[in-house]
């Protein structure tokens, strides 16, 4: 037996094996304090402005595209299909008319609880961070003074990608702009964009309903429109009603005997909460945990190579080579596929990879993650096919293999399905104000 697994072996949950668990351990009930204020004015036109593609470059994908509420936030796929997709994933095609340049290099994270006062960093690398009071963000522009935090700062930036949802070079004025590093500003890519949405008069007239001072006569600026995309999020996307919660609130018969069980082992012995912590399970921090790399990866336009090096990027110390924020476990059920790049398309496998992180990637299969073929892409594996990439991965993993037996996986596997609220507020709506179709 290797000295490096950890073999527990624990009986079936009995009601006197749940009584002995310490519920001090468990972290306290989430509340309204917990969460941002919203007007809900400001997140019905959030609402709007998250389905419409108006916000595209060519005027074909939306927010939703590839943070769809019926896939759980996300859009189903290991490595997401912007700019030159079909369809809803995870049944969305590359468009042979106007092929993908490449895909997304991350797998699209969801959007549960976004609006909690605890979310100070955004992204899988947390290049966007309120730190000190002040934020932190890859480019420094006075548009950032007018957002209303870290949430609406994200929302900012996949417009300006050409793979999500600028466009490429030349297919349109946006695309153009987002080329020549022209962001903001008279004749920028929000600029563009803002003016696009302005040009509706019914958007128009929200925003002077939401914003007061837009009715008397201020523009709108792209810093609106995040502002009431994060507004949105935070609203449609709280997640703090699954049997967890209620379990939290005192009704103990919320969990089954096998989630106490499952529940005992990720506050104890599996030892899950020491990185998922919190009233959302995560500990807001970045981890190495050895998940296999695909697709593009995350280099410098004149770099060679497909690695993802993760916090890394951001920080430049070693010690966050190939770390990785730490996500949330909420609706976990529902936004398959897992890890950074999407490796695992089934939450039991990813589970019991996480588990086991070296030996999970030394034996790492492909079939595991979800890539619609695109044409003229034959690069996802070179990572993985290279024993340097590989071993560099490897070194980096931050914990010892475990492994658990089967029957621990299901009870763990019935915790994670406890954590389950799938909120549905404002919903889908039927038409947008531009006029243009999204995927329903």
């Not at 590989?390 to 658990?404: G, N, T």
């Amino acid at each position: 037996m290797r000295l490096d697994l950890i073999f527990f072996t624990l009986c079936l949950a009995t009601p006197a094996m749940a009584a002995e668990f310490d519920r001090a351990l468990l972290p306290d009930p989430v509340t309204d304090a917990d969460y941002m204020a919203v007007t809900p004015a400001e997140a019905e036109l959030g609402q709007l402005l998250f389905f419409d593609p108006i916000l595209s470059g060519n005027d074909n994908i939306s927010c939703s595209t590839c943070h769809h509420p019926r896939l759980g936030t996300s859009d189903g796929l290991s490595l997401g299909m912007g700019e030159g997709g079909i369809g809803l994933a995870p049944n969305r095609v590359a468009n042979p008319d106007n092929l993908p340049e490449d895909r997304i290099p991350r797998n699209a994270p969801v959007l549960y609880n976004l609006g909690a006062r605890e979310y100070t960093v955004m992204f899988h690398d947390g290049r966007v961070e309120m730190t000190g009071g002040h934020l932190r963000v890859p480019i420094e522009d006075d548009f950032f003074a007018r957002v209303s935090g870290v949430l609406a700062t994200q929302a900012a930036f996949p417009v300006l990608s050409p793979d999500e949802m600028g466009g490429q070079v030349s297919e349109n004025p946006l695309s153009k702009a987002i080329r020549q590093g022209r962001f903001s500003g008279e004749g920028g890519a929000w600029d563009m964009i803002a003016e696009k949405v302005a040009a509706i008069p019914d958007y128009q007239s929200r925003f002077e309903q939401v914003y007061p001072e837009i009715a008397f006569g201020r523009r709108v600026h792209f810093a609106d429109i995040s502002n009431a995309i994060a507004a949105f999020m935070a609203f449609e996307y709280r997640s703090d009603d699954s049997a967890f919660d209620r379990y939290l609130r005192g009704d103990d018969a919320a969990l089954s005997e096998v989630a106490q069980k499952g529940m005992a082992l990720f506050y104890g012995e599996a030892g899950c909460a020491t990185c998922h912590s919190g009233k959302f399970q995560t500990d807001h921090d970045f981890h190495a945990m050895g998940q296999p790399q695909l697709g593009p990866g995350k280099t410098l336009d004149f770099e060679r190579g497909n690695r993802d090096e993760g916090r890394y990027r951001v920080t430049g110390k070693s010690e966050d080579l190939y770390a990785f924020r730490t996500p949330a476990l909420r609706n976990i059920t529902l936004s398959a596929p897992y890890g950074h790049a999407g490796a695992y398309s089934d939450l039991r496998s990813f589970v019991v990879a996480h588990l086991a992180p070296a030996d999970s990637l030394a034996h790492y299969e492909t079939f595991h993650a979800t890539l619609p073929n695109v044409p003229g892409l034959e690069d996802d594996w070179n990572v993985m096919n290279s024993a340097e990439d590989r071993a560099a991965i490897m070194a980096a993993i931050e914990v010892e293999d475990r492994i658990l037996p089967s029957e621990d996986i299901d009870a763990l596997m019935a915790f994670l399905a406890a954590l389950e609220d799938d909120p549905r507020r404002l919903g889908i709506p039927d038409t947008v104000p531009s006029g243009l179709t999204f995927g329903k």
